[in-house]
């Protein structure tokens, strides 16, 4: 009877093992999917309950599916079981062909372990196989590279019998398939959770470049992005409203300038110096009208996520009025808040810096001091042929024909000899050929009677059209500078004896004319002293031979022929 009802338990077996497992293919989630394994055992392989103990990551197995007892269902559905406690239970038993039974004699010693059970007891078998209710067969299932998926776990056949040779393969073959189920299922889940967070990476990504995009179309300050290295390195690929404001230029014109191009060419290597990673720089940029306009650049670089074309982020802050403050707060410093000429602070700075401290035994001609500044050879120093000899180093070069270190009259901030060109005076009052830097003191004569007489306000206006002849009697690159008081000074670079003594007349000529203040004539007179800046002196030194020329000049000539008028 049983032989002869074999072919039809195969066939029912296969078309049962068939539907089942196509019912795995169409479960979406992977709880979906384990749910369907237990109920596709309990509906078509004839077990009455069935669960799947799923390996969790830190490799423990929890009881993740269950059917056929809500009770039990209840009971252990996600309770965990340890690896340890697993790998002893597969160890155990029979082997049958890839499941493992653990028969009731022996699964006496597992009661105490920490594996989720739901056994109970019951009489001994009345045949010999006839099942227990504390027999154990477990079906474990493997990913394709024979790591450990999950187990399945299957009692109470509805037969009451142990499976048979078909039973035990259609149960194999139900775990194959569940196995590749599972890994389906859980890649399939791990491409959603991969596309849910690439999507919101792409999200996220998206309004960063909205909100950059916005940042850098609304800054109320200049924006640029420009290209690093290659050959269009510093072409500017894109600007914001506010810079093409600032330098009255569209979008269009400005991508096909770089900011070298724009640049004022005094501060083209202060742009070349600056730092690309987090540079910094104060310099002019042109405008479309021609002039220039003090900015602040500040650069950083942006790279893509793949380390690939980095491009030039560069802020641009108008600074002029800043700018334009700090010039007028150098300018109050150094210069004369009544006629605006140079200070005696400033005049000072100037003299000492065409002055070393190198001493000069003897005056060089002009064209021997280029020679010993620019070549540094031991030669001829002296506007009369002297050598330097063996005692060149006291004239600023060592034994060896070298220029000895030097420091400026100034002090502070002077270096080694470098390109200086020494400062030399003619040897006497009569011209000589000597070529050097006259400074001419000049103090006014009469100015005290009418600042008394006609009060401040006529001896400022005085004092203001006195520097402006001053002013407009010298050379351009010339200085003329007040002093103090009635007192200035002229620093004529260039001059010898003679051409410095007709400078003087010239602006004692250019000064007795009278001068009209509120309706009123008043004349002043001039008196002039020449000095000569000479490298080995100080700028006090300087002034106060000038002062004392000065004051023998006055003393020369009488009172009326002092004052014209």
Request: net charge negative.
């Amino acid at each position: 009877m049983e032989t002869e009802s074999e072919p039809y338990v195969r066939l029912a077996t296969l078309r049962q093992l068939h539907r089942v497992v196509a019912e795995l293919n169409t479960a979406r989630s992977l709880a979906d999917t384990l749910q369907t394994v237990v109920d596709g055992i309990v509906t078509g392989l004839g077990y009455e309950l069935a669960c799947v103990n799923l390996v969790r990551p830190d490799g423990d197995l929890v009881v993740a599916a269950f059917a056929g007892d809500p009770a039990a269902e209840a009971l252990i559905t996600g309770r965990v079981g340890s690896r340890a406690s697993w790998e002893r239970r597969l160890a155990m038993g029979e082997d049958w062909d890839g499941l493992r039974f653990i028969p009731h004699t022996e699964g006496w010693v597992l009661l105490e372990d920490d594996v989720p059970q739901w056994h109970t007891d019951g009489p001994d078998p009345r045949f010999e196989d006839e099942w227990h209710p504390e027999d154990r067969l477990y079906a474990p299932m493997y990913a394709s590279g024979g790591e450990l998926l999950g187990v399945i776990s299957v009692d109470r056949p509805r037969n009451g019998r142990h499976p048979g040779a078909w039973g035990r393969e259609a149960l194999q073959m139900y775990a194959f398939q569940a196995a590749i189920a599972i890994s389906n299922a859980r890649l399939r889940a791990n491409m959603q959770r991969a596309l849910v967070r690439l999507e919101r990476e792409q999200q996220a990504l998206r309004a960063s470049e909205e909100s950059f995009r916005q940042a850098f179309e609304y800054a109320p300050s200049g924006m640029a992005i420009a290209e690093m290295g290659g050959d269009q390195h510093g072409r500017l690929l894109r600007t914001n409203d506010a810079l093409c404001r600032l330098l009255g230029r569209p979008a269009s014109v400005l991508r096909r300038y770089s900011f070298s191009d724009l640049v004022h060419p005094e501060d083209i290597g202060t742009l070349l110096r600056t730092s690309a990673e987090g540079g910094r720089a104060e310099l002019r940029l042109g405008r479309r009208d021609g002039t220039y306009l003090w900015v602040s650049l500040r650069n950083s670089v942006v790279a893509d996520a793949a380390d690939g074309p980095r491009f030039l982020l560069t802020h641009v802050e108008d600074i002029e009025e800043r700018k334009r403050h700090e010039l007028q707060l150098a300018h109050r410093a150094s210069h004369d808040s009544l006629t605006g000429l140079p200070n005696s602070a400033e005049l000072r700075a100037r003299l000492s810096a065409r002055l070393c401290r190198l001493p000069q035994a003897v005056r060089a001609g002009a064209v021997e001091a280029l020679d010993a500044a620019y070549e540094g050879q031991g030669g001829a120093v002296g506007a009369g042929g002297g050598g330097a000899g063996a005692g060149g180093a006291e004239h600023g070069f060592r034994p060896d024909g070298f220029p000895e270190p030097f420091e400026l009259s100034g002090g502070a901030g002077a270096g080694p000899y470098d390109h200086h060109v020494h400062t030399v005076a003619p040897a006497s009052e009569l011209d000589d050929g000597t070529k050097g830097l006259a400074v001419l003191f000049c103090d006014l004569d009469g100015f005290k009677s009418i600042n008394d007489r006609f009060g401040h306000h006529t001896g400022d206006a005085v004092l203001i059209e006195v520097a402006r002849r001053l002013t407009t009697g010298v050379r351009d690159g010339d200085t003329v500078a007040r002093l103090g008081g009635d007192e200035f000074v002229v620093l004529a670079d260039g001059l010898g004896a003679a051409d410095a003594a007709d400078l003087a007349v010239r602006l004692r000529n250019a000064i007795v004319p009278p001068i009209r203040v509120d309706g009123r004539a008043v004349r002043v007179g001039a008196s002039f002293g020449i000095g000569w800046a000479s490298c080995g002196m100080s700028a006090e030194e300087v002034l106060r031979s000038a002062d004392q020329r000065m004051y023998m000049e006055k003393r020369s000539r009488s009172k009326a022929h002092r004052r014209a008028g």
